[in-house]
């Protein structure tokens, strides 16, 4: 498994970047942190490529470096990587060029083999994307953002499932509310329910949401399934069912004690256009961390 960790600085990352590798550490995942930084204006990609050298004589750093950095410093820290490389210091000079917008530094690492550092440049959505696209990442974690477009975006059109970290505290005592509803990818969401509760030691609240009584009663069957994956791994969970529009009603039962974890309706771009989609509605109001599984 691969999960990607985007970063944008120590101010807004810290909980990003500690969240990312503790669920890597518990899907025993390659985590890749990622930056990206302003857009090159100064020189062609061309130009940038032939003055590599030269930039480096000046000791200029390209937009984005110092964030990568400080995310060293706190694998560092926190001994995610192997002592040898942090003897070494943050090795800048050997950004390894993998595409005009992109370059990469590997690391060994003590959680796993590897964690890779990437810097890209330009326009942050775009950038998301296309390294997703490019490497196929399993999940993308990522801070919440202050613009419910840019969360929207990301999570709709990112080809991987999301976790988006929001104002995650690590003294609170959390609960997972594993939200099941109308989707294809319901076993999916619990067995990454487990992990995530692995992680962080914590329990699960199942809420299966049907929007009348007879879809609840098609739903009762993932709702048992559910509830016995998580005793078999030894889960802590309790399991409540609940009638009417799940916006809403998860709107009502997720607070900043949870995790929100659920599962994407569709993975068609145009018909969510079209018909909304729940997890991605409930974005724009949730106070939770919230894992959305594809």
């Known amino acids: 498994m691969k999960i ?25 995942a390659k985590p890749t942190i990622v930056d990206v930084g302003d857009k090159i204006n100064q ?11 030269r930039m480096e004589s000046w000791d200029l ?33 050997t950004l390894i060029e993998t595409g005009g917008r992109r370059s990469e530094v590997y690391l060994k690492g003590t959680v796993c083999d590897d964690v890779s550092l990437i810097l ?10 296309s390294e997703v696209q490019k490497e196929h990442y399993d999940v993308t974690i990522i801070g919440k953002s202050q613009s419910s477009k840019k969360d929207y975006e990301l999570s709709q059109y990112i080809d991987s499932s999301i976790f988006i970290v929001n104002n995650y505290q690590f003294d609170r005592n959390y609960k997972i509310l594993l939200a099941i509803h109308e989707s294809h ?59 009417g529009d799940p916006v809403e009603v998860i709107n009502k039962k997720a607070d900043k004690n949870h995790i929100l974890i659920m599962s994407l309706e569709s993975n068609n771009p ?3 256009f079209f018909k909304g989609n729940t997890p991605l509605k409930i974005l724009k109001q949730t106070q939770s961390s919230v ?4």
């Open 4 to 28: 990607l960790i985007a970063i944008s600085s120590k101010k807004y990352s810290s909980q990003t970047l500690e969240v990312g590798m503790r669920v890597a550490k518990a899907f025993n």
């Open 43 to 53: 020189f062609s990609l061309k130009e940038v490529g032939v003055a590599q050298e």
């Open 61 to 93: 750093d390209r937009p984005g470096v110092e964030v990568l950095e400080w995310a060293f410093d706190f694998l560092s820290e926190n001994k995610f990587i192997e002592k040898k490389e942090i003897e070494s210091g943050f090795p800048k000079n």
């Open 120 to 129: 890209r440049n330009g326009e942050i959505i775009e950038e998301l994307i």
């Open 185 to 243: 990818f319901t076993k999916k969401a619990v067995k990454y329910s487990v992990r995530i509760a692995q992680a962080f030691n914590i329990g699960v609240n199942i809420i299966v949401i049907g929007k009348n009584n007879e879809s609840i009663d098609g739903l009762k069957k993932a709702g048992k399934w559910s509830a016995k994956f998580l005793r078999r791994n030894k889960i802590s969970f309790s399991e409540s069912f609940e009638i």
């Open 270 to 272: 145009l018909k969510t």
């Open 291 to 294: 894992l959305i599984v594809k």
